[in-house]
C-alpha cells in the first residue's frame, strides 16, 4: 500500500516572534530543532521508514528533513528539494508582528488575509528587503509578489502528481517536509477538504502526519503518527 508522510518545520524564529514568513528563509529554533529530531525518532519507533523525501528551498523545512533523517538512520535516501513545495507567499506582509499588523489594519482584515481561500495579501513592494527575485535559488522560478492558498495549491499539485506520484504508485515511502500552506494543499487534495474548511486546518510543527492510499493515490487513512 502506498504511504505519504508529511511533516510541517519545526518552530521557526519567526514563528516564535509571531512574524508572517512565507519566502523569507528563517532557520529552526532550538525548539524546533528538537521536534524535527522527535519526528525522526517517532518514524523509526513506529517502523515508519522513508524511502525518498521531497522539500522545498526553504532552510527550516530542509533542516528539518535533515534532523529528523538523521534520527531515524534514513540520511542516505534521495530526497529532493523544488520551490514548489515552498510557503506561501505573504507579499507585503513579510516580516511584519501578526499583532501590531492587526492592530493597524484591523482583525478582520487580517483574518482575510491569513485565512480567506482566495484573497491574497497585500504585493510586496519592488525593492522591499524581502524581495527574494534576485536570490539564486530561484533563478529558474518566477517569484510572487504574493499568493493566496489558492494560489499556493495551484503550483503543489502538479508538482506532486508529475514529481511525487510517480514514486507513490512504485512502491516507496515518501517523506515530504514543507510548510503550513503548501502541506494544506496536500491534505485538501487527498482528504476532499473543502475550500472553506481547509482554511480552518491547523497542522502542527513536527507532527508526521500519514496517508495509507490505495492503488489510485485515493486516501485509505489518514492519521497523526503520534496518535498510534
Known amino acids: ?5 508529511l511533516v510541517r518545520h519545526g518552530q ?36 515508519m521508514l522513508p524511502t525518498v523525501a521531497f522539500t522545498s528551498f526553504q532552510t527550516r523545512a530542509i533542516r528539518t528533513l535533515h534532523l529528523a533523517l ?6 542516505w535516501i534521495p530526497e529532493t528539494k523544488d520551490w514548489r513545495l515552498n510557503e506561501r ?20 482584515q487580517v483574518h482575510i488575509w491569513r485565512r480567506s481561500f482566495d484573497t491574497p495579501p497585500p504585493d510586496m513592494e519592488p525593492g522591499s528587503r524581502f524581495d527574494l527575485s534576485g536570490d539564486p535559488r530561484y533563478a529558474n522560478a518566477t517569484v ?6 489558492k494560489d499556493t495549491i495551484a503550483r503543489v499539485l502538479p508538482y506532486y502528481q508529475s ?17 503550513g500552506n503548501s502541506l494544506r494543499a ?12 481547509i482554511t ?12 495509507e492510499l490505495d492503488d489510485e493515490m485515493a486516501e485509505v487513512e489518514r492519521y497523526y503518527l503520534s496518535e498510534r
Open 200 to 211: 480552518g486546518l491547523e497542522i502542527p510543527t513536527g507532527q508526521p502526519i500519514v496517508y
Open 70 to 75: 538523521e534520527e531515524a538512520n534514513r540520511l
Open 12 to 47: 521557526s524564529q519567526w514563528n516564535l516572534e509571531n512574524r508572517f514568513t512565507g519566502w523569507w528563509d528563517v532557520d529552526l529554533t532550538e525548539k524546533g530543532e528538537a521536534e524535527a529530531r522527535e519526528a525522526g525518532r517517532l518514524l523509526a519507533a513506529k517502523g
Open 89 to 108: 507567499h505573504y507579499g507585503g506582509l513579510t516580516g511584519l508582528d501578526k499583532a501590531e499588523t492587526a492592530a493597524k489594519h484591523g482583525d478582520e
Open 144 to 149: 510572487p509578489t504574493t499568493e493566496s492558498l
Open 163 to 179: 514529481s511525487i506520484v510517480p514514486h507513490l504508485k512504485a512502491g516507496a515511502c515518501v517523506l515530504v517536509s514543507a510548510h
Open 186 to 197: 496536500l491534505v485538501k487534495h487527498l482528504s476532499g477538504i473543502s475550500d472553506d474548511e
Open 1 to 5: 500500500m502506498p504511504r505519504l508522510i
